[in-house]
């Protein structure tokens, strides 16, 4: 097994502790207990960090050092057999994102996008945008990265070099394709920061949503009809993987004429949905995340609430659009100043 | 016969009476796994009235009458076992009124469950009645009469316990009242009087011919939810009933255990429906009902499944289609199950028993209970599924709810809505004192046991 690349002497010098000081929902009172506790989950103790956790991936960020708390937050969580959730709501979960063993081999062009575990939204993939893009899906190929939020570092060890193999071997290497474009953060991130981070091998090339919709405007400049209108945006968990990645989605707002308005709960200051905190068991506080995320919203008096995660989405829409905002995906916002 | 059936004609008019074969093969069977039993005629009766002379002529002819609602029952009560006529109550199905200040309702006994719940829709959007998982087209009579159950069974018992009174017409003609309607213009309780109609609940349509009855309504919410708890053992399930019942806030509780889907197969599932006027009184109420069981779900041994609002619908739709489909698993559209009323704590018992029989007869089975009242009791079904093309396979799916009806009582339950195999278990069991106690009183009503003879022999 690959031990998460991680020096607990970088945490020992950190003088900030960011990962943990600046936590939206662990109250800490000084650096000095934040390193203490660090500490402790570093030295695989118990400690009020481990139960308390929303696993929300945001310390990866905060992290000055680029040296994985969460990754090592979650390693220890399972080590000392701290479920975050139920076993029985993990184990049912467990078995329904698990590989059925039905992929077969098909041939596939660039743009090749990989839908993961969305097989319900491959109608997304449409239009100009997205033209002559051969689209793969299902549990097969399936990220894995939900996996931190639940404590089983050990399945995301024993099930992304499969998804990967199946990646190449069903799709990518009869095909001579080598660029993968990640409809969602998750796999991005998993192919990129996890995968480092956990020793595993990634033979081919992954491309963020937002880096190939920004090229693809682009080649589309002319289509553009600018939407003018304020958005907010829904960053998820995983976009915490790749933070760089926050900029381009700038950018393709900026081309699409669609206004990401400065509120509290954005960027690094990103709220969660509440579906995990669901899973937790812990729909009170998931109710609270909820509101705020949608007040703020409301306050910067936007008019669509932009998702670029289809688990934000389903968990948010039906709220969003009860409280009069649209929600939508970025892919679809796009295709909107397209005129499609 | 034939004079019969023109006098038949005389009453109701001739469109509403048939001895064609075509009918009468019809009318022998219903979905479930009994053989068939043709009756000699049919007839679709659309008053009380009409009922009465039809009785009245029946005894005069001594030729058995079978009552029937939607025929939906699975388990062939409405086949005319001794030959006779089939009466079909379909013709009746009008909404007689709907008293929205006491909150119940006054329907002939052909009205269907689908159509109370359009015309409520339609005139009365603030309250509901409580429907059964079977196809709109059952009746409510039929439903209550067999002692059925719905998604308000948490909130209100049985459907025969929502029942506020009845019209009858007796095996010898007359025409009686049970309940308040006996005494007062309105149909609002069975209590204070002698409760007379039990003598017409759970008999199978062997003591009179029901035309109409007062149920009762409850408030139809704005906003509704739902909500999944798993359990990892089956022993943990009536500790998990008990403290989800205990706060009183649910409509509908209704465990489940399937094979498919995968994911889903080892695991014990418990639907939780509830609803109320604002959201806020929705999350108040989903707050009790998640701080109820709080101790276990913190033990990490069982929990509510997260399920995002947009995938909740498939689970509230009401009635469930859930049924509908494993009804058509194996093809061929067969399906029956035995619902035994049960005692809660059994839960763990029958349903190591279902799974030991859906082995042993290679049954494709779904298990699963509906709870009844605040954990009072537990109608827990052991449905198979069965391609009625394929008369192995339905010989098996027949053994295997046989041997079901057997382990049900063997466990302290009783077979709901029993099939003839099930009652002749059921009243091998039962007190002799009963057992003569529903004799006597059958002979007192029908002196010419012309009533669906063949069901509940002693």
Redesign the interface.
Known sequence: MNAIAFDPDVCKSCPTVDCLMKCQYIAIADVAEARQEKQKINAGQDCRVLHECLTCYACQEYCPNGNNPFFVLVERQEELGLLPAPRPIVAEQLKMMAPKGRITKAPVATPVVNMCAFPMLTGSIRGRLFEGASVITGTDIFCNVMWLHFAKNSVIRERVPMAIDNIMSYYLKDSDVTDMVCFHDECYGTYTTLAKAYGIDVPFHPIHLFDYINQRLDDLADAIKPLNQVIAYQRPCSNRLAPGTDAVLDEIFKKIGAERVPRKYDRENALCCGGVPRAHQRDEFADDLVEKNIADMLDIKATYCVFNCPFCMATMAQEVAERGLMPILVSDLVMAALGE | MKDFVKKLETIVGEAFVSAEAEERYLYSMDQGTMPPAEPDAVVMPKTTDEVAQIVRLANEFKVPLVPMGGGLVLSGLTRALKGGVVVDMKRMDTVVEVNPASRYAVVEAGVSQGGLKAYLAKHHPDLKHSMPDAPPAATIAGNICIHGSGHLSVLGGFHSDMLTGMEVVLPTGEVVRTGSCSVSPQWFARAPLPDLSGLFLGWSGTTGIVTRLGIRLYPNYRYNDMLIY???TAEQMPEAISLLTSVQVAEDMTPWMVPK?????G?FHINIAFGAHSKKEL?FK??LI?ESVRRL?DT???????I????KGRFMQIPSPDLARFADARKGGGFEYVGAMMAIERFPEAYARGMEIAEKFHVTYSLGARIIGAGHAMMFFFAYAFNRADTEDVQRAADALEETNRACLAMGGIPWKAELPAQKEILQQMDAGTVGLMDRLRNTLDPNRIMNPGNWEA
């Open positions: 798993v359990c990892e889907p995968e994911w889903a197969k695991f999350i989903r707050n998640q779900t990490k041994r069982a929990g509510f499944l997260p995002p609002p947009v995938q």
